[in-house]
């Protein structure tokens, strides 16, 4: 049997306080708040369910930075400071909980949809395809302002950090896309300039926060036009640059092989694992269900993120810790079982939208 004790180690970080084990809570949007972006009691539920589960680290869904970069219906908000006093109160209840409490800041650019957000969505660059308008240069540098307050917001809620949401093919990772950016200013062209918008959020954000503020990152490899070996130089610069304390890997899949050819000898992670990682933490999110099997991805990362397991188990790392046969329940549940595990009405239905997740009931 594995040894799983490497999973309940203690994880520092350069910046903030330390996770008290490798388990982090995957940012996982669930459709709860208020048409407003506030808190609801039933996202309040669901989250701080998590924490007293034994997740290290605590980390709120995607939550957009401005009204018109919201994704989802339901998506909690961090663009005004109407949404303090909900991020406030969740805050302080993951952190008595003994989980380090974050907020995920996210923007979805031309992946808004418009009658959400009642206009066209947003882009580097006019999208025909998501019928998206470019930003002007003043908009860019407000979307970058708008990021910095949101972390700034999230400081003053009291979260210990924020992770930047630069993967999915979202507007950070829009910006990154030599496909979907192809701005002839500073924020396009070279991949110089294409990761410019990041690393001047990453640079203000840390000037604007307290000194202990922990900042993450989320990057994916793959599609929306990204190239493999370009996110393997961004993923090296910024760990290395001491500007984030840690980035977060999203592969949906961690035993993933990559799809161009030429990196198809290694895994995924492999590529990124190797890389010089200063005092950067690294972690990965993609079908981690079992324990033995995170245990033994600390072979090569720093730290795991679970999502689905953790909708299914909201106490996964105490089971875990306290029954290394621990299995997670097979697929699909059923709404009821998903209930008992902290999910509204709402987020089972956003849940039975993913394929095989829950059981259809006899009618
Ligand atoms: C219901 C659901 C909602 C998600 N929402 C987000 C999100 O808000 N932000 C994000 O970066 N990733 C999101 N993801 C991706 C997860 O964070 C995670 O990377 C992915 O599900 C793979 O991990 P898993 O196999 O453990 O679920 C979501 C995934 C699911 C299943």
Redesign the pocket.
């Known amino acids: 049997m594995t040894d799983l004790a490497a999973l309940f180690a203690p994880l520092t970080f350069a910046h903030g306080p330390a996770m008290k084990n490798r388990l982090m809570l995957?940012?996982?949007?669930?459709t709860q708040s208020h048409a407003d972006g506030t808190l609801s009691d039933e996202e309040f539920t669901w989250l701080v369910k998590r924490a007293e589960g034994g997740f290290g680290l605590t980390?709120?869904?995607?939550a957009h930075v401005q009204r018109i970069g919201q994704?989802?219906p339901g998506?909690l908000g961090i663009w005004s400071d109407d949404h303090l006093p909900g991020l406030t109160r969740l805050a302080a209840a993951i952190k008595a909980n003994d989980s380090v409490a974050a907020v995920?800041l996210?923007h979805a650019g031309m992946r808004s949809p418009a009658d959400l957000i009642g206009e066209a969505p947003v882009c580097p660059s006019d999208n025909d395809e998501f019928k998206a308008r470019s930003l002007t240069g003043e908009e860019v540098l407000q979307l970058k302002a708008d990021f910095v307050a949101a972390a700034v917001r999230a400081e003053k809620a009291g979260f210990d950090g924020v992770?930047f949401?630069g993967?999915?093919g979202?507007i950070l990772c829009q910006f990154l896309s030599a496909e979907i950016n192809q701005r002839e200013d500073q924020w396009g062209g070279s991949l110089d300039n294409r990761v410019r918008l990041i690393h001047e959020i990453l640079i203000e954000a840390r000037a604007a926060c307290r000194p202990d503020f922990q900042i993450g990152l989320?990057l994916?490899p793959e599609r929306f036009g990204l190239k493999l070996a370009e996110i393997r130089r961004v993923a090296g610069m910024l760990m290395t640059s001491g500007l984030i304390d840690y980035l977060?890997m999203?592969?949906?899949?961690?035993g993933k092989t990559p799809i161009e050819e030429e990196f198809a000898d290694k895994t995924l992670i492999d590529w990124f694992a190797e890389l010089p990682r200063g005092d950067c933490r690294l972690g990965v999110?993609?079908?981690?269900?079992e324990p033995a099997y995170a245990a033994s991805l600390l072979e090569k990362v720093d730290f795991v993120?679970?999502?689905?397991?953790?909708?299914l188990h909201h106490d996964w790392p105490l089971r875990a810790a306290a029954d290394d046969g621990f299995k997670p329940v097979s697929l699909p549940v059923t709404r009821a079982y998903l209930a008992s595990e902290g999910l509204s009405p709402v987020?089972q239905d956003?849940?039975a939208a993913?394929k095989g997740?829950v059981a259809e009931e006899a009618a």
């Open positions: 995957a940012p996982l949007t669930n980390m709120t869904c995607a994704g989802f998506q995920q996210h992770e949401h993967a999915h979202y989320r994916s977060d999203s592969l949906w899949d961690v999110a993609g079908k981690i269900m993120l679970l999502g689905r397991a953790a909708i987020f956003y849940m993913w997740f």
